[in-house]
C-alpha cells in the first residue's frame, strides 16, 4: 500500500518544461517544517543532457534539470526535506 503524503508535503508544487530541453520544480516551503531553511546552490553536471541544479531561497525550493533527470531530481528534493 503507497504511503499517503504528509500534510508537510501538501503545498504549491509547480513542475514546467525547459526549451534546452529539460524540467523545472518549483515547491513552495511555507507553513511546513523546513520554512526558513536554507539549502545553496548545488550544481550536478555529467554532460549537456544530464545535469541538475537546485537551492532554496525565499521559502522556495527552485531546481533545473535535463530532460531525463526529474524523478532524481524529486528523489534529491525528498532526501532533503526529510533530514534533519
Known amino acids: 500500500m503507497a504511503k499517503k503524503?504528509?500534510?508537510d508535503l501538501m503545498v504549491g508544487i509547480d513542475i514546467g518544461t525547459l526549451d534546452n530541453p529539460g524540467w523545472t520544480l518549483k515547491?513552495?516551503?511555507?507553513?511546513?517544517?523546513k520554512q526558513g531553511a536554507a539549502l545553496p546552490l548545488?550544481?550536478?553536471?555529467r554532460n549537456e543532457?544530464?545535469?541538475i541544479t537546485y537551492s532554496v531561497q525565499d521559502n522556495r525550493f527552485d531546481a533545473a534539470c535535463?530532460?531525463?533527470n526529474l524523478s532524481e531530481?524529486?528523489?534529491l528534493f525528498l532526501q532533503w526535506f526529510e533530514s534533519d
Do not use: A, H, Q
Not at 27 to 33: F, H, Q, S
Not at 42 to 45: E, V, Y
Open 42 to 45: 548545488t550544481k550536478i553536471s
Open 73 to 75: 531530481t524529486v528523489s
Open 49 to 51: 543532457r544530464d545535469w
Open 27 to 33: 515547491i513552495d516551503l511555507m507553513d511546513t517544517r
Open 5 to 7: 503524503p504528509t500534510k
Open 66 to 68: 535535463g530532460p531525463e
